[in-house]
């Protein structure tokens, strides 16, 4: 009597070869093999620098491919970059500070922010001693270098300035690129806008006694967050959601294995020619990327801050429009929710 539902030749080789362990087998390799399939470029506001060595050390430590996610990188030059780059489908995730996302959402552009990058402000303005720089108020009538026009080192110097009453018209911000701190050695800016890790750097280099004014302690607004348009987040939800498991992977990867990740620094970073200097950056990287609340998953968002942080652009007149965060954010796609 024939079999009510007959199998094919090929159907039954491969339930034999599968019994047999032959070449048709299904392994636990095959079955676990992500079912998302896509390439997600990052536009990016920097070069590939150490401190996301956790992105560059995809070829090596594969944690976007086990997500099914080609993983690319766009480099920019600030934040103001990684949203054109976006908007112009050069990348489909920028990798930006809240400054620039708030300000193109002040133009009308469709962006929503998806995770959290570094919840810790890591930006500063540092003086050399002699300048007598302090306190914020001290900045009027000051030459202060930012790396770029559209980085975040100039938004959140004018969000310090605010807090003394300050305008940008009342300093002279001069363009010094990533390598700022020789012009303030050279006198030609009072002061410079930098990172956390910039200044690491620029101490091993010889830097010798400043002061440093921290953001953080007049508005401690995230400093990184990844952001897409609103029609790549419904056109590739499940892409999205993968890249962000990735990254999340990835960065749990550098807190937990500082040392490995400084080690492939050396490989991969344009700036990471020495080891140890990598190790202390990305620590520096590591310890921004904690969650503002305790107890949160990486990536998590605070919008009590954040919202903090629009207001401020508000009120310096960096936005003309007050911006609800709260519309604009979307944590469905975090790991876990």
Do not use: C
Not at 12 to 39: C, E, N
Not at 173 to 191: C, E, H, M, R
Not at 234 to 243: D, E, G, P, T
Not at 308 to 314: I, L, V
């Amino acid at each position: 009597m024939a079999h009510p539902f007959p199998l094919s030749r090929r159907a039954l080789l491969a339930a034999s070869a599968a019994l047999a362990g032959g070449p048709f087998a299904a392994t636990p390799a095959a079955w676990a093999q992500p079912q998302v399939r896509g390439k997600v470029t990052v536009a990016g506001w920097s070069k590939p620098i150490s401190e996301i060595t956790n992105l560059l050390a995809e070829p090596d430590k594969g944690f976007f491919k086990a997500q099914g996610v080609e993983l690319a990188y766009l480099p920019g030059a600030g934040g103001g970059d990684a949203i054109r780059n976006t908007l112009s489908g050069q990348g489909d995730v920028a990798f930006t500070d809240p400054g620039s996302f708030f300000m193109a959402l002040d133009k009308g552009e469709k962006l929503v922010a998806l995770y959290d990058i570094y919840p810790q402000n890591v930006f500063n303005v540092v003086s050399l001693k002699s300048a007598g720089i302090r306190t914020p108020a001290d900045l009027k009538g000051k030459r202060i270098g930012v790396y770029s026009l559209s980085s975040g080192t100039r938004q959140n110097l004018l969000v310090m300035l605010h807090q003394a009453g300050l305008k940008e018209s009342d300093v002279t911000i001069v363009v010094t690129g990533l390598l700022n701190f020789a012009p303030l050695l050279q006198g030609q800016v009072d002061a410079t806008a930098a990172t956390d890790t910039g200044l690491a750097v620029g101490r091993r280099k010889g830097l010798g006694e400043v002061d440093v004014m921290q953001v953080r302690d007049y508005l401690n607004v995230s400093s990184d967050l990844f952001v897409v348009r609103q029609e790549v987040l419904q056109q590739k939800k499940a892409l999205l959601r993968a890249f962000l498991k990735g990254y999340r992977d990835s960065a749990a990867w550098m807190i937990g294995k500082p040392e490995e990740a400084a080690a492939l620094a050396v490989k991969h970073a344009i700036d990471g020619t020495q080891q140890d200097v990598n190790l202390e950056v990305i620590r520096l990287r590591n310890a921004a990327a904690q969650p503002a609340t305790p107890g949160q998953p990486l990536g998590s968002i605070h919008l009590p801050s954040l919202q903090k942080g629009a207001d401020a652009y508000h009120a310096l007149g960096l936005v003309q429009r007050p911006i609800r965060v709260a519309d604009v954010v979307d944590a469905s796609l975090l790991p876990g929710a």
